[in-house]
């Protein structure tokens, strides 16, 4: 069984497309009929995220922590003791594609590290920064970029790294680095494709929406 880990807090705008992607994905014909459980974390969500989820068949988890790396590391737990071989990440503001999880699986690594592409980029990005991203990201393989939207491991490689810690920002990063002090074989791919949202109202202090922040600020 493969698990995808989703963490939630007030997200109600994307949310449901979100869902929807990730149900694609878990029914693509290249699984070959492997089942696939969608856990939405729901950390501290005081919107109609909740409600949301539920409409979904997926599994709800609800936290009251306000901390990503927690919402993360008590949704792998979940996970593993439901008896999943692989775990896959992503975000809440997200949209996996069709073939996310069979790519992520192809690459036979213990851990995938994909990239990302930005939906729509906010009003009031200017042309600029939007610049200086592109010039900036690396969209190919071999990449060294982390994000926590578009991450994949398998049990054991998580469990030998000692899994996602309660950080309340760059838990992906650490997990990451752990897993690499393990000796785990990495895959820095670009073929396992997520559309992400270029928000800067972000919900992780130092995240993806802080850095397109930076961005706009950059002289």
Known sequence: MIGIL???????ALLAECLNAAMIAASHPGLLGEPVQ???VLDSCS????AIAQAYPVQCLP???RNVGHARGVGARHLLNQGVRWISCTDADSRVAPDW???QLALGADAVCGTVTVDDWSEGFCVAAQIRYTQAYEARDGHRHIH???LGVS???YVQSGGFE???CHEDVQLVRNLERCGASIAWSHTPQVITSARLDCRAQGGFGDYLKSLMQAT
């Open 6 to 12: 989703i963490p939630v807090h007030n997200e109600e």
């Open 38 to 40: 969608i856990l939405a």
């Open 47 to 50: 919107d109609g995220s909740a």
């Open 63 to 65: 936290v009251h922590a």
């Open 101 to 103: 999880l069979v790519a």
């Open 148 to 150: 926590g939207a578009n």
């Open 155 to 157: 049990a054991g490689a």
């Open 166 to 168: 309660p950080l309340a």
